[in-house]
């Protein structure tokens, strides 16, 4: 076997490597005690939570300290993010895609076991969708706060999501054990802020990196929370009855099996065997395979109500496993559970391979990898400078960064990544509008021309709207003026102001009052600032202007807010009069010079010499805004005279 194993790494990519090997270590550890094990699992009763939290809160750190308390894995301080399975995870310390993992846990108070399914999920606001669909699939939330830095930006995104989904919330302050913590402040945010009654929802005080209080987190999620009905021990009378329902909240391609489903059961049992269908596409299967993660593939022989697990049918199209499908019992109808929210692409990029002729080899990445990421869109495109390429759109500059590293990390591709650019709707005299993602299709505007949906006649252009985001975004106060500064910079337009009071005797009068211990900021009083901004202004620096002005305190999230009326150009590039499409880029009219002449720049210092001058221009509208001339090749007049 381990022959085998090593012979299909050499062939498959990293991350199919690895879930061969814990396919096969599984089957080959698991195979004689199935029966028995999965016994265990379905007689208990279930508990389906989530950790959420803001970036380098201690997310995944408290993820490793439950799967160590449980006994999922062994105690060892090599585990670190265990979880987290992507490089592009480990090299960033962030989490990228969602995980589902079941435990057994003995409650120390009643010695009662029960069955812990704990679904991982990201912080950043770039993978929204992610952490969206995956809470989808439990009951509770558990909200994580890092002591020292309280609620940030994205911590209030993450809440209102768990929130609108009705999740029981257990609020947890981590690392209590650092010097800078700060536990009375943090309770205060959770109340004035988010509006967490803490006598009904006592945040646990924890350090995720030592182990303390993890147990009265585990203690909290089976005594704070009421049982799935019909999922109580002993009642598998009423869990393997008819009206079987699950949520397919994840989906991947597995060469040796086909498609793999990742369901939570909401209703009834499936067995293998089982004749299932899809309530999006009719289709029926058959139930070859059942399986749980603990935290490696585990087979069973059937999953019950309040259970996490995987689904192998015979399904050969990624599409026939769709997030957010119900499946069911072929022959039965049943109520659909509610779908997911479709998401927009936020910011689109163009993506070609260095060397043109391995194109063919980019696409099959390129599919093979948005299949397991559906937030992501991707059609075919081309330029006259690079040749065959795609453009995909991605929920924000991260999401992009991460797919990017994705690709050369896990298919070994070497790619070029055009500047990220965002959808702009344009409006024609007839009353008709399209909205254009690509910048090489953007018309020109100071002409009032453009072509007419591919028919080769001309439309009057009467205006162009770009996409606006309604952000949120929190400081300490004696950093208020750089982020207004920031926002005003980039169009921003402010609609209020809100003051978090840290402890109860914090009022709004004591803005001007900040105390300091060294460097550091000792309770800073933090304000929460709401702006509408233009999506094209915060897909670029945006960020690291944010956290480099605020010294790294501050924080930013955001959602769409619709289109508002712009004054947007295309800057064109060319290089010896001949246009570099790719180079292509949609900004507004006031920019349009600085940001020519420093593109201009930039290329002088890239373009080989010639025997002749090359000249390197940017134009708005067939208007040249900038030139740069890369000089000549002077001439060795005395070359001749040596032999």
Known sequence: MGRRLLGLTLTLTLAEARRCSLRWSSSSSSSSSSSSSSTAFDRLEPRSFSICAHIDHGKSTLADRILELTGTIPRDAANKQVLDTLKVERDRGITVKSQAVSMRYTDTASRKQYLLNLIDTPGHVDFAWEVSRSLAACQVALFVIDATQGVQAQSISVFRIATSLNLHIIPIL????????????????????????????????????????????????????????????????????????????????????????????????????????????????????????NPLPTKVPILRKGQVGMIVANMKNIEDAEIGDTFHLAGESVQP??????????????????????????????????????????????????????????????????????LEDEFGQRIIVTA??????????????????NPVEFPDVSSNNAAGGGTGKKKKVVGV???????????????????MEL????????????????????????????????SGIDAPVMLEMTYTLPLGEIATTFFDSLKSRSKGYATFSYSPSGYARADIVKLSLLVAGAPVDALDIC??????????????????????????????????????????TVAAYRKDVTAGLYG
């Open 174 to 293: 981590n690392k209590i054990d650092m010097p800078a913590a700060d536990v009375d402040r943090c309770k205060a945010q959770l109340r004035n802020l988010l509006g967490i009654d803490l006598d009904k929802h006592p945040p646990i005080c924890i350090s995720a990196k030592t182990g303390l209080g993890v147990d009265q987190v585990l203690h909290a999620i089976v005594t704070r929370t009421q049982p799935v009905s019909g999922a109580q021990h002993g009642e598998t009378a009423e869990r393997d009855g008819p009206g079987f329902r699950a949520l397919v909240f994840d989906s991947w391609f597995d060469h040796f099996r086909g498609v793999v489903a990742l369901v939570s059961v909401k209703d009834g049992a499936v067995r293998k065997g089982d004749k299932i269908a899809s309530s999006f596409t009719g289709k029926k299967y058959e139930v070859i395979d059942l399986s749980i993660n």
């Open 337 to 406: 559970l509610e779908a997911f929210e479709a998401t927009t692409p936020m910011v689109f990029a163009g993506i070609f391979p260095i060397d043109s002729t391995e194109w063919p080899k980019l696409e099959d990445s390129l599919r093979r990898l948005t299949l397991n990421d559906r937030s992501i869109t991707l059609s075919r495109d081309s330029s006259l400078a690079l040749g065959q390429g795609a453009r995909l759109g991605f929920l924000g500059t991260l999401h992009l960064s991460v797919f990017r590293q994705r």
């Open 420 to 437: 990220p650019s965002v959808p702009y709707r344009v409006q024609y005299a007839d009353g008709s509008d399209q909205i254009i993602s």
């Open 465 to 483: 709207e770009e996409p606006i985001v309604r952000g949120v975004l929190a400081c300490p106060h004696e950093y208020v003026g750089a982020m």
């Open 487 to 518: 926002c005003a910079e980039h169009r921003g337009t402010q609609l209020s102001t809100t003051v978090a009071e840290f402890t109860s005797s914090t009022s709004t009068s004591s803005l001007s009052s900040s105390s300091r211990t060294g």
């Open 587 to 628: 900004l507004e009219r006031s920019k349009a010079v600085r940001e020519g002449r420093a593109w201009v720049k930039k290329l002088r210092d890239v373009v080989p010499r010639q025997q002749f001058e090359v000249a390197v221009q940017a134009t708005v509208g067939g208007k040249i805004v900038a030139r740069e």
